[in-house]
């Protein structure tokens, strides 16, 4: 099991990186909760953290250490949405290969990911390179629509869609042997022993969501350990 430090804010302080003045204090403490509640290994890799209350145009960003989010959608989404966005800062800032390998097909942008960097056995699953998937990939292997515009969304789309709707993906995993490969995939290399922190409340009836982020779940029922097989 992975340990976690305490989520209690009256025993431990709040994350610095979530403790900041110009962010509300109750998003600052949905930040802390959920981001305690996610494996801890990659937690260093997140150094900025920001809250946009200026209506953005984009709910959500996210790179390598920096996350930003808009603090006007309601606090189930803005759960979801931090999540998502983390699953970059896992992909991106702290699944990497060293520095002295050879290039890969996948780039992120002008910067090429290295072809050690552990991403790259998600990224295969569905996609050619960065740009393109690969022959015979249909909607269905994909957690949500968005997941099919490019190898770093399908990373954090189903990251997001693990923790939050792990009984549908489940579900779907068991008919699709694309979706069951990248659930495996999941569970060995980010969560190796999943507690169950989020009952995903959508039900799947075999069209595919377009945003995991827009699905609704219950936070935080009785925790459950996941076995991932």
């Known amino acids: ?27 600052r403490h949905l930040a802390d909760e959920v981001l305690r ?31 930003i989010l808009d603090g006007s959608v309601p606090d189930e989404e803005f759960r979801a949405l931090l999540i998502h966005e983390f699953g970059h800062i896992t992909d991106l800032g702290c699944l990497q290969g060293g520095s002295a390998s050879s290039a890969s097909n996948f780039k992120d942008g002008s910067e090429t990911i290295k072809i050690d960097d552990l991403s790259i056995g998600f990224y295969s699953i569905s996609w050619a390179d960065s740009k393109h998937q690969k022959t015979g990939s249909k909607d269905g292997d994909f ?55 989020a009952q995903g409340e959508y039900s799947w009836d075999g069209n595919v969501p377009w945003d995991t982020t827009k699905l609704s779940y219950e936070w935080k029922p009785e925790k459950t350990e996941v076995a991932v097989k």
């Open 37 to 67: 509640s996610l494996p801890w290994q990659c937690q260093t890799s997140l150094k900025n953290f920001y809250v946009r209350y200026d209506n953005p145009s984009r709910r959500g960003l996210a790179g390598k250490n920096t996350i």
């Open 1 to 27: 099991m992975i340990k976690r430090p305490s989520v209690n804010s009256s025993q431990t302080a709040l994350l610095p990186v979530v403790n900041q003045e110009d962010i509300l204090m109750k998003h």
């Open 143 to 197: 957690v949500s629509g968005y997941a099919e515009w490019d190898p770093f969304e399908d990373f954090a789309e189903t990251y997001a869609y693990f923790v939050l709707q792990n009984q549908s993906f489940r579900q779907r995993a068991r008919s699709n042997h694309v979706l069951a490969e990248k659930y495996r995939w999941m569970g060995k290399n980010i969560f190796p022993s999943f507690e169950l922190i």
